[in-house]
C-alpha cells in the first residue's frame, strides 16, 4: 500500500490552457497527458467553459466540493453534476462544456485509454468495509478518514489518496465523517455498466 499525500501533487496546466488540474496520479508513471494509461486528477472550475479533449479515452467525473456543475456532452441535453451526485462517465473524445451552477467547484476526474484499461469510480459513504479485489484501486479521502487493514491504521487528510492492489488481501475499513471515492482499474477496455 502507498500513501499519497494531497501537499505532493503535482499541479499542472489543462491540456486546452483552460484551467489548472492537480495530478494525483498517473500510468505509466512519468506518463504526459497523451500517453497514459490510466489518470486521476483534482481540477478547479472557476468559470464556464470547455474541458480538454482525450483521443480514446474515457472519462469520469465527479463533484468534490462547490456549487456543482451542468455538463453538456457532444450538445446533448445536460447533465447536473452536484457533490451529492453519484459519478458520471463519459467519452472524454466528445466535445464537453461546463457551466458552473453557484460559483468556483473542484472535481475528481478518473481516465483510463480504451484497450488498455478501464475503470470505474464508487462514491462511498463511511464507515465501510471494503473487501479485496485483484485490481488496483485508489481510495480519495474528502475530509479526515482513518483506513484499518488487521492490526495497521493508516489516516488520511482531505484529498489523501491510498493506492493498493491484489497484495491486500483481506477487507479495509474506512471511518470518517465524509464520504470516500474508490476508483478501480481493470486491464481491459470500456467503462463497467454497473459498480
Known amino acids: 500500500?502507498?500513501?499519497?499525500?494531497?501537499?505532493?501533487?503535482?499541479?499542472?496546466?489543462?491540456?486546452?490552457?483552460?484551467?489548472?488540474?492537480?495530478?494525483?496520479?498517473?500510468?505509466?508513471?512519468?506518463?504526459?497527458?497523451?500517453?497514459?494509461?490510466?489518470?486521476v486528477s483534482i481540477a478547479t472550475i472557476a468559470s464556464d467553459g470547455a474541458f480538454s479533449t482525450f483521443a480514446d479515452v474515457d472519462r469520469t467525473l465527479s463533484?468534490?466540493?462547490?456549487?456543482?456543475i451542468e455538463l453538456t456532452i457532444?450538445?446533448?441535453?445536460?447533465?447536473?453534476?452536484?457533490?451529492?451526485?453519484?459519478?458520471?462517465?463519459?467519452?472524454?473524445?466528445?466535445?464537453?462544456?461546463?457551466?458552473?451552477?453557484?460559483?468556483?467547484?473542484?472535481?475528481?476526474?478518473?481516465?483510463?485509454?480504451?484497450?488498455?484499461?478501464?475503470h470505474r469510480v464508487i462514491r462511498y459513504p463511511t464507515p465501510v468495509s471494503l473487501p479485496a479485489s485483484p485490481s488496483p484501486r485508489l481510495v480519495l479521502a474528502t475530509g479526515r478518514h482513518t483506513i484499518a487493514f488487521g492490526s495497521e491504521k493508516t489516516d488520511l487528510g482531505p484529498f489523501d489518496c491510498l493506492a493498493f492492489g491484489a497484495e491486500v488481501t483481506g477487507d479495509l475499513v474506512i471511518s470518517g465523517g465524509s464520504a470516500v471515492f474508490v476508483i478501480e482499474f481493470n486491464p481491459e477496455g470500456g467503462i463497467p455498466s454497473s459498480a
Open 1 to 39: 500500500m502507498k500513501i499519497l499525500r494531497a501537499s505532493d501533487y503535482k499541479r499542472m496546466p489543462w491540456k486546452n490552457g483552460g484551467g489548472e488540474t492537480v495530478e494525483i496520479a498517473v500510468f505509466p508513471a512519468g506518463a504526459s497527458m497523451e500517453d497514459f494509461d490510466w489518470r
Open 63 to 68: 463533484v468534490l466540493s462547490g456549487g456543482g
Open 74 to 118: 457532444d450538445g446533448c441535453r445536460p447533465v447536473t453534476l452536484e457533490d451529492s451526485s453519484e459519478p458520471y462517465p463519459f467519452p472524454a473524445d466528445r466535445p464537453a462544456v461546463a457551466t458552473l451552477l453557484n460559483g468556483v467547484t473542484t472535481d475528481l476526474n478518473v481516465m483510463t485509454r480504451r484497450g488498455r484499461f478501464s
